[in-house]
């Protein structure tokens, strides 16, 4: 039995973040889109140390796989999740 | 849920708080509509030169000032900056609207859309009243000046093609205390306002905007001086981590203490269900809550008849003032939470309430701090607030916790108090609207049954104030 390498989307719910977005961002861990059932996981961070100085205008920001994306949107995680989901996924077996 | 207006209004605070902490605000508040507008970046206005115009409105009113105040258009916001740090005292209108960013939205009028297609049915024509609709190039036209804006053709047309334009500021004002003036601009009447902020919240182009006392707050904690923080029960679920990381937080912000506003509905709790006895005992038909100032404000403004009905119980600020200045009679008291009508409240009853901030500004004073609410250790709570009295800050909270307490107090050997308890016929209005002002009234007058009424001005309860970051 093999299963998909799962998608790590951390929101930073910092408090600028917070502020400036993140909290409607937390609905995709509430109520994520079907098809990312058991391929996402959306898990909310402290301060990312992203929003220092006027980078601040950033906020929100997320890291999907390790990647800092900024100025996110509901929209934009789900562009860039699907876009690394439709590329074809390193299978690894589940008793790895 | 977060848009255009509320990140600017959020950003600004943010980058306001961050240049004052810094020590360089003199020398940068008025570069900063420059900044956040340069003149190659797209204008939302006409131009950037408009867009700055308006920032400059904003800062002038997160420091307290109003623009219908201005006299001189081309004073600094270092003047603004100087005048803010030297009040004592808050604005007496916590409102104000920036004529030179109202869009002068059309009224009320009905307009064809592009989904007409001309049918065959045309009950748009058959009905209209006056005859104003008629058909050119395969579409209905509305003639504005024949038009009485009855809605019929909207509520026939099969294609739902027909829509009337809104003044969202006008349309959200349930007493209608917003007009455009002579000049096209959105004017609040004060004498008819009830500060529920409903405007506040609804106009699209950030027009109106609350005059903030946040730079007075945040130069005391500066400056060292004690400050109480009195935390309203609608705190809960506003920010990331538990209720108690937010105290924490707020203590690594420099306040000297936290209280919870909640301790203070619980003595609310008991007196009006005092209050509620005596004056069934005295034979009155009703007793209504008081704890909404924007309810008690409709109430005094536009419902006269069921002002001998409201309950005389202090709000839970007021109680948690009490407890706060017996605490700590050398400090000023900060009341925090999501509500522009707080501030009239306070105004109110001078010396109790030193300064109010709402938990936006109270997000922007800890991201400019650099305080993450979730990394923060539980705050050791002396004793949390019952959990009643918490639930104040949804609608039916204070019905709830009002019967409890008056059935706390009934013994079962007690019948006459117990059927007491059991008579008591709740009745909640969930937000303040054009038909609940109605409603208040005809409760004064007897017109509608129930003995004891509960009054939340925004649906859901003081959760969904016009300043909560959960809206
Ligand atoms: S709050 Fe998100 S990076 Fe700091």
Redesign the interface.
Known sequence: MSEKCMIKVEVC????C????A??LLALADDPPAAWQGRVEVI?T??MDA?NGNR??GSPYVRINGTLLSGATRDLVEQRVNAIMAKPQPERSAEQ | MINGVIRMRRELMIRLLRSYLAGTIDDDIDKIPCQLRPRDMASTRCCPYKDRAIIKYRLMALLGAAWEDEQDESRPLRDYLRDALAAHARPARPLTVCGTGCSGCEDGKYQVTDACRACFARPCTYNCPTQAISFRSQRAHIDQDACKNCGKCMELCPFHAITRAVVPCEEACPVGAIRKNAAGVAEIDFTACIFCGKCFAACPFAAILERSELLNIVDDLQRGRKLVALVAPSAAGQFPGSIGQLFAAMAAADFSDVIEVAIGAEMTTAHEAAEYRERMAAGARLLTTSCCPAYVEAAKKHAHAIVPFISNTPSPMLYAAQIAREKHPDAAIVFIGPCIAKRHEATLHPGVIDWIMSFEELGALLAAKGIDVMSQPEWPMPRPAAASARHFARSCGVTEAVLKELAANTHDHDVEAKAEAVAVQGRVIDGITTKSVKQLQLYGLGKLPGNFLEVMACPGGCNNGPCSLSC
């Not at chain 1, 719910?13 to 600028?16: F, K, Q, Y």
């Not at chain 1, 917070?18 to 977005?21: K, P, R, V």
């Open positions: 719910c910092g408090t600028t917070f502020l400036l977005g909290r409607e909310a402290p301060c929003c601040f205008s």
